[in-house]
Nanobody, 132 residues
Framework: QLQLVESGGGLVQFGGSCRLSCVFSGGTLDTITVGWFRQVSGKEREGVSVMSERVGQPYYADSLKGRFTMSANSANNTVYLEMNSLRPEDTGFYYC?????????????????????????WGKGTLVIVSS
């Protein structure tokens, strides 16, 4: 059973930055896939980024690539999401999620970004509010 706890949300000014953290337990990054997802106003839950040590580099949603960066500290079982140049439309709940699978195929990770229901375990989320 994977458990995940997010932290780091809050109020951010337009154009500012925010760093989210997710501590997970019940697995290690070389055997699981961990990702960040979000639900912003008026939209369904969407993928932000996913990663596993099987493939090394994170995969990102095309619309967020360049502003958002996912990283990991395997020793601490923690993943991070650094968000820059934030806009009011980035306001919403950000979730850390994981699944007990990891593969070498990029299509697997791109698929999880498009279909968040493929992630089995979810944190409770952290709220990010970007003021205009």
């Amino acid at each position: 059973q994977l458990q995940l706890v997010e932290s780091g949300g809050g109020l951010v000014q337009f154009g500012g930055s925010c760093r989210l953290s997710c501590v997970f337990s019940g697995g290690t990054l070389d055997t699981i896939t961990v990702g960040w997802f979000r639900q912003v106003s008026g939209k369904e839950r969407e993928g932000v980024s996913v990663m596993s040590e099987r493939v090394g580099q994170p995969y990102y949603a095309d619309s967020l690539k360049g502003r958002f960066t996912m990283s990991a500290n395997s020793a601490n079982n923690t993943v991070y999401l650094e968000m820059n140049s934030l806009r009011p439309e980035d306001t919403g709940f950000y979730y850390c999620a994981a699944t007990s699978s990891a593969y070498y195929s990029g299509s697997y990770y791109r698929g999880l970004l498009l279909h968040p229901n493929g992630m089995r375990f979810w944190g409770k989320g952290t709220l990010v509010i970007v003021s205009s």
